[in-house]
């Protein structure tokens, strides 16, 4: 089937906008997340959201982000009043969570800058 | 804390050469250890992965891993390097129950004619 996708592949917006991430994941993955790729770093951990418990935000860098998740499936990334050490790869992953496999599907990423 | 070192950030051989990326981990229990691939533009592609059992796991395009529990290490290697390897590499490893995965923070691969 389809992997991960994610929208849009690249953003451009100002300082001080509010953007939005689009991720959907691959059917019938419970499992999903969301990291940061700053230029010539590693990911960097953001949430994770598992079925219909709390998700983990304990990676979330201030409260300008949050995410949620639609019926299990699609997830949006909001970042608030962006400011320019927010450019980054914000990428998405999804999983099983049970009966395996366990390893993580990628999403292409999504490409911000902020100006 | 969990945590995995990738020393090289970047390393350059030519082609047809052996390749071996290191990756160090830092866990208290039985890890689960991957190696992921991201060529530019591109998400992260999963190359191989290690739970349990034979500590050689072979993965896709040539490529293998060794785990070896009294260096901490899980090294990728590739006997024969391809133009088309180009690309950074990463290792990660998982929690018991893969809701975390520590990520190190990538190996550039360049490749010489």
């Known amino acids: 089937g389809a992997g991960v996708s994610q929208s849009p592949s690249n953003k451009v917006t100002e300082k001080g906008k509010d953007v939005e991430l689009r991720c959907d994941p691959i059917?019938?993955?419970?499992?999903l997340y969301w990291y940061r790729q700053s230029l010539g770093q590693g990911l960097e951990f953001l949430i994770y959201?598992?079925?219909?418990?709390?998700?983990?935000k304990s990676g979330l860098p201030s409260d300008r982000f949050s995410a949620e998740r639609t019926g299990g499936s699609v997830s949006t990334l909001t970042i608030q009043r962006t400011q320019q050490e927010d450019s980054a790869v914000y990428l998405c992953?999804?999983?099983?969570?049970?009966?395996?496999?366990?390893?993580?599907?990628f999403g292409p990423g999504t490409r911000l800058t902020v100006t | 804390a969990q945590s995995v070192t990738q020393p090289d950030i970047h390393i350059t051989v030519s082609e047809g050469a052996s390749l071996e990326l290191r990756c160090n981990y830092s866990?208290?229990?039985?890890?689960?250890l991957f190696w992921y691939v991201q060529s530019p533009g591109q998400g992260l592609q999963l190359l191989l992965k290690?739970?349990?059992?034979?500590?050689l796991v072979q993965g896709i395009k040539g490529f293998e891993a060794e785990f070896k529990r009294s260096q901490s290490s899980f090294n990728l290697r590739k006997p024969s390097v391809h133009w088309s390897d180009a690309a950074e590499y990463f290792c990660?490893?998982?929690?018991?129950?893969?809701?975390?995965?520590?990520f190190g923070s990538g190996t550039k691969l360049n490749v010489k004619p």
């Open positions: 992953a999804s999983r099983f969570k049970v009966g395996g496999p366990y390893e993580q599907y």
């Open positions: 059917s019938g993955h419970t499992a």
């Open positions: 959201f598992q079925g219909n418990s709390a998700p983990d």
């Open positions: 866990y208290g229990a039985t890890p689960y």
């Open positions: 290690y739970f349990s059992g034979d500590t």
């Open positions: 990660a490893v998982s929690d018991y129950n893969f809701n975390k995965f520590y």
